[in-house]
């Protein structure tokens, strides 16, 4: 199996939370901000985008990997302190390469926080679309 770097689940939590806020606030946010007026007139259903936001803001943790596999810099560059700023980078790579076993479980708990993601996005969206039903339900009526 392949490592699951527990800075990639980190960061799918922080989106996923900015994600709920978000859901939970919509309304007062379309009353308040013109932002959230405009994302409205533009795409109603704009909320639906939510898991691309959730991966966007995952891929965050990944940059100072990235910026190694370009070589745009050196790994030992990309392992500085300056690269805890994405999702505590340098740390979590410190602690897989120096003590397995908390890596072992690090990698655990990530799969497990990914799988708990997927599966609230997912019952998010049946619950999303058992709204729509019901409200299309009672239109043809």
């Known amino acids: 199996m392949p490592e ?3 800075y990639f689940s980190v ?4 989106g996923s939370a900015v ?4 859901a939970k606030k919509r309304h007062a946010l379309r009353k308040s901000s013109v932002f959230f007026q405009w ?10 985008y939510f898991p691309a936001v959730i991966f966007l803001v995952s891929l965050w ?9 370009f070589g745009l810099m050196s790994k030992e560059q990309t392992r500085t302190g300056i690269f805890d700023i994405f999702f505590f980078h340098t740390t979590f790579e410190h602690i897989e390469n120096t003590n397995p076993t908390m890596d072992y479980y690090l990698n655990v708990l990530g799969e497990l926080l990914l799988v708990v993601i997927c599966l609230g ?12 039903v019901r409200r299309y339900q009672k239109g043809c009526r």
Do not use: T
Request: positive net charge; aromatic residues 20%.
């Open 39 to 48: 994302l409205y007139r533009k795409e109603p259903n704009w909320f639906l």
């Open 4 to 6: 699951k770097h527990f």
């Open 11 to 14: 960061g799918a939590v922080v």
């Open 121 to 132: 996005v997912m019952a998010y969206y049946v619950l999303q679309i058992k709204k729509a």
């Open 19 to 22: 994600c709920v806020w978000v």
């Open 61 to 69: 943790g990944l940059i100072p990997d990235f910026i190694h596999a």
